[in-house]
């Protein structure tokens, strides 16, 4: 609908984006994510550090890391990753050490809620954490922290009301989870795929043959709220990074004493082993400015020596420079997933990412269309949103279809895209 005013719920994280990227182009989008990625890892090896022996924290790191890998993009998700360890972590502190609720975390939240739709998880899990920081103490001890733990969450939920949404951004993520279509279609809400190792599949079975052994026992709400991150990531693959990044928060020290019990107290250190103690003691304002001074160093010389652009394998550069110079006009029926270059190339889009704004409905008719699930799908889609030109992934059925249709040409093929355009509106070159 040209003209529509709209508002992306992700509005700050799209702005921030952009502006790196005008300032210090894809290079910038890159060394970004890789800084925001290490800063999380960095945030949870020190929690962990503080619980249990090293080697064990580094484990939980490397899992974390590995399940964080499958959706390490530039994208506003990634954004709110430090958000989620800091947030979870904070939580998790204040109950093991029954102090009260920290207030200063609401802070995060009205960020959190304009950079990304994952805050109303971080509301869900600091209910979760509040209910548990509560159970965990003493019975004559629980009535007078009942109230400060259910403001603090209260209070979150209306932080999170800070954006150009209001309360409509707490709906948004519900509204999301209910398209039945487009969960069944998006890559990233699908199932993750067995068929090849996964850091998601070697997590599962740590955790089993822990839990099996006897070794762990977690207390009963955060084994419900561990069993239900799994359950979401088993269910959709983009959660994986979710139950990856927040359960060693919560199997921490459950974990931790699992390792101690198994560990020979009476053997002296060895050389392994004092070498981890020294690295997981905090480190020294010296050390903090050497690291980053080594850091800038780095990052400098990423900017001097490389520059990151989209992969010439996965965009349709060709293709729309292709139909360009044959004179394409009019409006463009694209595949899913070329949404997004399209936007970058400032060409209006028929469909993109953003599932939400288009409904199960359109969706439905798209696929139908794409995928030749009605043979008058595709020409019918055609003349009413009076298409100019086409760019397709080279594997869509439609593809064979345009090839027969009188009036349309193909003009480009490649591993990525095929692209046709109508002959009456062609230009002649």
Known sequence: MPGTPWMAHEWLSEVLLASVHDILGWTGLVVLVALVFAGTLAYLARFLLSRMEPIYALLLTAFAAGMLMGHLLVRPHVLVWPFLAVWVGTLVNAGEYRRNPPWWALLLMPLWANLHGSFILGIGLGAVLALDAVMSLPA???????????AFVGLS?????????????????????????????????????FQQLQTLELWLLLV????????????????ILVLGLAHLALKHQRHVSLLGLVSPFLIAASFAGAGRETKDTKRDAEFLDRMFAAFAVPARRGAIAVAGLLAAVMIGAVFQSREFSPLAKS????????????????????????????????IPVFIDGRADMYGDGFLKRYIDAVGLADTNALEMLLADYRIGWTLLDAGAPAVAL????????????????????????????
């Open 157 to 193: 939920a209306l932080a999170a009301l800070v954006t150009p949404w209001g309360w409509n951004g707490l709906v948004f993520p519900f509204q999301v989870s209910s398209m039945e279509l487009a969960l069944k279609v998006i890559d990233e809400w699908r199932s993750a795929d």
């Open 208 to 223: 089993l043959a822990l839990a099996c052994s006897g070794r762990m026992r977690l207390p009963l709400i955060r084994l």
């Open 315 to 346: 965009t349709p550069d060709a293709a729309v420079d292709a139909a360009i110079r044959a004179g394409a006009t009019g409006s463009v029926l694209n595949s899913y997933n070329f949404g997004g270059y399209l936007i970058y190339r400032g």
């Open 402 to 429: 345009l090839d027969r249709l009188p009036g349309w040409r193909r003009v480009h093929t490649d591993g990525v895209a095929v692209a046709h355009i109508k002959e009456s509106v062609a230009v002649t070159q």
């Open 140 to 150: 004559d001890k629980r009535r007078n922290s009942v109230l400060p733990w259910a």
